[in-house]
């Protein structure tokens, strides 16, 4: 969807990636390899790309452990949309900077919504709370950017 609608945001846009704390947990579970992988400065789209088709490989192959993932594939993509919203930001600054569209992600916590058996302790005004002040971020703003 981004890489759809990202060439055609108008100036001043924002866009908000709605992530959960497993995407943190799930990386953490990860061998060092693949954590310095995702966390590069210099990763690409591409790449992340390429090692959440091997997560998928090593799973149907059930050697995502040995080969260093987590038992989590909830997790991984979550891992896959903060590491994708990091590139896009950087994309739009090297290819629309004089646009100021800010890309960011957040986590809304634990929530009550059905996802969460309606077990979290927020309510779901609450979870809302960041991604609206991310998305309605001051014209001419300038942070949080990737974030």
Not at 14 to 28: C, D
Not at 45 to 67: C, G
Not at 78 to 100: E, F, H, Y
Request: net charge neutral; with cysteine.
């Amino acid at each position: 969807m981004c890489s759809v609608f990202l060439p055609i945001m108008k100036p001043g846009g924002r866009v908000v990636n709605v992530l959960s704390i497993m995407g943190k947990i799930a990386l953490g579970r990860c061998s060092s390899v693949l954590q310095g992988r995702f966390r590069s400065d210099g990763i690409t789209e591409d790449e992340l790309v390429l090692m959440m088709e091997q997560f998928i490989k090593d799973a149907q192959k059930s050697i995502h452990l040995e080969e260093g993932w987590t038992d989590t594939a909830y997790g991984v993509s979550k891992i896959g949309l903060t590491i994708l919203s990091r590139i896009l930001a950087r994309r739009l600054r090297q290819d629309r900077p004089q646009d100021n569209i800010l890309l960011n992600s957040c986590c809304p916590g634990w929530v009550k919504t059905d996802m969460s058996g309606h077990n979290g302790p927020l309510t779901p005004d609450q979870g809302a709370d960041t991604p609206v002040y991310l998305a309605l971020l001051t014209p001419g703003a300038d942070e949080p950017h990737g974030q």
